[in-house]
């Protein structure tokens, strides 16, 4: 796909059945993510991959988090919890590595991971995969970042659910970019 065409057409689609993206597809995915604009070279991207199994077990660990960060959590909110991953065939943990650096702000490397994202879904949609970013609590819970494994200077900055789309992609209405962009000084 052009890469114009990609950037313009791309959709969130929730509704994911697989395949997932996998061997040379996914592969792709990630050198895209991984070329991110990145002040300082500090890599700052990590990426879970996790589908299968793996599903279930993320979704276990979801529930486990939300009623320990939330005791008095309702029982359809945990189950809620313990399903949402299986939307999709694939979901991939985004996360930034955060450090100090005199140069380079949290805010920049949250902002080049965010880059990263982007680049990944895009790369999805151009090989006729789709993908949504996806966060809400659990996304900002360290119980939750330390039952993934992830280092304490690492966060989540999106679960990304990839599949193949189940029907055809929404249009997006078109861009009204006299409310976003003008030029300056006029
Ligand atoms: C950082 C971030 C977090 C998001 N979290 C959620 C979320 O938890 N739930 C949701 O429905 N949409 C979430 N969205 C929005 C969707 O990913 C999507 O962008 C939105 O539904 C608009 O669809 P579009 O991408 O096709 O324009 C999030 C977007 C971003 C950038």
Do not use: C
């Amino acid at each position: 796909m052009d890469a114009l065409v990609a950037l313009t057409t791309r959709v969130s689609q929730g509704r994911l059945q697989a395949p997932a993206p996998d061997g040379e597809a996914l592969e792709r995915m990630f050198q895209a993510a991984l070329r991110a604009p990145d002040h300082g070279a500090l890599k700052p991207w990590r990426f879970l991959v996790v589908e299968g199994e793996g599903l279930m077990r993320l979704g276990e660990a979801m529930a486990d988090a939300a009623v320990a960060d939330n005791p008095a959590l309702g029982q359809d909110k945990l189950d809620k919890a313990r399903q949402n991953p299986l939307r999709a065939p694939m979901v991939i943990v985004a996360a930034a590595r955060v450090v100090e650096h005199p140069k380079v702000p949290a805010v920049e490397q949250l902002l080049s991971a965010g880059a990263a994202v982007q680049n990944l879904m895009l790369a999805a949609h151009a090989q006729g995969y789709a993908a949504m970013w996806r966060t809400g609590d659990l996304a900002y819970s360290r119980r939750f970042m330390d039952a993934l494994g992830l280092a304490p200077d690492e966060r989540i900055v999106g679960f990304i659910y990839a599949g193949t789309p189940t029907g055809p992609a929404r249009e997006p209405l078109p861009p009204v970019l006299a409310e976003h962009v003008r030029h300056w000084p006029q």
